[in-house]
């Protein structure tokens, strides 16, 4: 099992940074890929941003591109992602995935385990 444990969310202008990080323990060595995604309200949960080891790749959703970087430490203990100029659509509550055998990384459904969840929000 893994447990994954989001930080860093809060209340932000439209403009402003956030970093989101999750921390992930356990069997964290059976871990090859590990995500955000975010609900937002009344809107199903979709991808924002993953990145998987083995093999090696990195993707974000269109409307991140550029504002949004993800990165992990090298154990794979913690992850993170870096919120530049936020924008009102980007209020959401933020989840750290993790996955073991993950082949589509932008695919909720390919991933094992989940936190509870970090809330965003971006005030106009």
């Known amino acids: 099992q893994v447990q994954l444990v989001e930080s860093g969310g809060g209340l932000v202008q439209a403009g402003g940074s956030l970093r989101l990080s999750c921390a992930a323990s356990?069997?964290?060595?059976?871990?090859?890929?590990m995500g955000w995604f975010r609900q937002a309200p009344g809107k199903e949960r979709e991808f924002v941003a993953a990145i998987r080891w083995s093999p090696s790749s990195t993707a974000y959703v269109d409307s991140v591109k550029g504002r949004f970087t993800i990165n992990s430490d090298n154990t794979k203990n913690t992850l993170y992602l870096q919120m530049n100029n936020l924008k009102p659509e980007d209020t959401a509550v933020y989840y750290c995935?993790?996955?073991?055998?993950?082949?589509?990384?932008?695919?909720?459904?390919?991933?094992?385990?989940w936190g509870q969840g970090t809330e965003v929000t971006v005030s106009s």
């Open positions: 995935a993790a996955g073991r055998v993950v082949r589509s990384i932008g695919n909720s459904r390919e991933y094992d385990y």
């Open positions: 356990g069997r964290t060595f059976s871990i090859n890929a």
